[in-house]
């Protein structure tokens, strides 16, 4: 879901960099002002986290393996202004200091990454774990459901994004200039294998890291709410 | 528990080996980076600036010679910075590019670039025919991605990481956000160590796995511990900030200096922006 440089018009990039900037000075304000002191460095190291997530590899049925993306399970431990900062670190610190993603798209990417799928995967966790106990099994379940459905929703943005591409670019003689498929080709691609496999993926993990929390320390899945609103 | 079977074991190697390349482009960067070369020379902050106005020249160019021009800048750009060429060729042409130009294949024929047919290749009873608009498409496509690509990697590769936190923090980005991306581009380097450990543990003690469903337990398990590890972790770091004499703002030191040369780089990245911006104007 990391899109790259080239893939989207420069007005595209320059819409969601515009979108993601007061996002991104309201979670600071609130951040700083819930955060206390002694909890600063766990941002960053809740950003190290989020990064580190993407490089472990999950077994799927068939003997291949896919990736987790981690930002709904950052929102549930971290809240989801503290998450939406992590994992827009985690994005910038892989296009700017390993050249891995786009430095024109960081502002796309964060809005389906740290904005969509944080803030849809939060809601969605809040609303169906609402009123249980920590070490619920609904709690389990509302993880696995919103990491399912965040990931399908910020795959979903993405796919608008690259199928408007032909439509917003294209030259006299119909030459599309970036991404080339339309809505029709893109949005079946990118929902097709997140729906498939790469949601399940996210469900599967996102769930049973919470499970696992609940059995070794149930008060780490509250942390988030003393760092943030 | 977890039985031996070496087909099913396959996330484990993928994640060491995934983990290792990374701490490996790593070293090599930051060797890079201490070279003499030209543009570890730049100012950071000339630097970032140059890099964005070539990588905005390389998103509004429409043109196919026009990023080639860019391309052949960047490879210029490598050699200059003493950057090993085929290293500089494999870590930009592999995956991203690579798959870009993968994606770019069904582009090429009329059913989703309809126009001007070039060649028509017949399949069985179905005649594909590639276009001429689908040709250039996929062609400007790729380019224009290995280039952004090859120019992202040039700034990762020739700028020490602290040298680029602390230009960040010259563009007023607040410090919360500096401060932040420091301390997470160095406790990357800890937990890669951590999933190394690990999974060489779990290899090393009870074998393989048998299963995917018992993989993703392990690897849910890990991240778990991951996460409890990183919690522990930041009371023990906020104690050594303290001890270092963090009051609740960040020093950040500032000792760069913009050089002639430096000026010139951004005159000649700032006029490749205009011709881009130009050429985006007046060709169709």
């Known amino acids: 879901m990391h899109i790259p440089d080239g893939y989207l018009g420069p007005a595209t990039c320059g819409v969601f960099y515009a979108v993601m900037l007061p996002i991104w000075v309201a979670a600071s304000r609130i951040v700083k002002r819930t955060l206390k002191a002694k909890q600063v460095p766990l941002l960053g190291i809740s950003a190290a986290f989020s990064f580190v997530i993407m490089m472990f590899n999950v077994p799927i049925p068939g003997g291949t393996t896919g990736h987790a993306v981690g930002s709904v399970l950052v929102a549930i431990l971290l809240g989801p202004w503290a998450a939406c900062l992590a994992v827009t670190v985690a994005l910038v610190v892989q296009a700017l200091l390993f050249g891995d993603g786009g430095i024109t798209a960081i502002g796309a990417n964060c809005f389906n990454m740290a904005f969509i799928e944080v803030f849809a995967g939060y809601c969605l966790y809040k609303l169906i774990s609402a009123g249980s106990p920590v070490t619920s099994s609904r709690r389990v379940v509302a993880a696995g459901v919103a990491g399912y459905a965040a990931l399908n929703i910020a795959a979903l943005s993405a796919a608008l994004m690259f199928g408007t591409q032909p439509i917003l670019y294209k030259t006299a003689s119909g030459q599309s200039l970036y991404c080339p498929y339309g809505l029709n080709v893109a949005i079946p691609a990118m929902l097709g294998e997140h729906l498939l496999i790469f949601g399940w993926v996210e469900a599967i993990i996102t769930a049973l890291v919470v499970k696992y929390l609940q059995k070794q320390d149930p008060s780490l899945l509250e942390a988030g709410k003393g760092a943030t609103a | ?258 050089t002639f040369r430096d000026i010139a780089c951004m005159g000649v990245s700032i006029s490749i922006l205009a011709g881009s911006l130009w050429q985006a104007r007046f060709l169709n």
Not at chain 2, 73 to 92: D, E, Q, V
Request: aromatic share 14%; glycine share 4%.
């Open chain 2, 1 to 258: 528990m977890i039985d031996v079977g070496i087909k099913h074991n396959r996330f484990i190697e993928r994640s060491i080996m995934s983990a290792l390349s990374f701490l490996k482009e790593s070293i090599f960067a930051d060797e890079y980076a201490s070279r003499k070369g030209f543009l570890q020379a730049r100012d950071p902050r000339i630097k970032i600036l140059m890099i964005l106005a070539l990588l905005l020249a390389v998103l509004f160019a429409k043109s196919i010679p026009f990023i080639s021009c860019i391309y052949a800048l960047c490879l210029f750009l490598a050699f200059a910075s003493s950057i090993n060429i085929a290293y500089f060729l494999k870590r930009t042409w592999f995956f991203m590019p690579l798959f870009s130009l993968f994606i770019a294949v069904p582009a090429l024929f009329s059913v989703f670039s309809p126009g001007e047919t070039l060649i028509s290749i017949k399949v069985f009873t179905l005649v594909l025919s590639i276009t001429k608009q689908g040709l250039a498409s996929a062609a400007i496509f790729f380019l224009r991605i290995l280039t952004s690509v090859s120019l992202c990697v040039l700034l990762a590769l020739t700028t020490k990481h602290y040298c680029l936190l602390r230009a960040l923090r010259n563009f007023r980005v607040p410090q919360l956000f500096v401060m932040t991306l420091g301390m997470c581009y160095r406790y990357v380097y800890l937990f890669i160590a951590l999933i190394q450990d690990t999974y060489t543990a779990i290899k090393s003690r009870v074998g393989y796995v048998s299963s995917s469903q018992k993989g993703r337990r392990i690897v849910a398990w890990n991240i778990a511990s991951l996460w409890r590890r990183s919690y522990d972790l930041h009371n023990q770091v906020y104690q050594a900030m303290l001890s270092r004499g963090y009051s609740g703002e960040p020093r950040i030191m500032d000792d760069f200096y913009i």
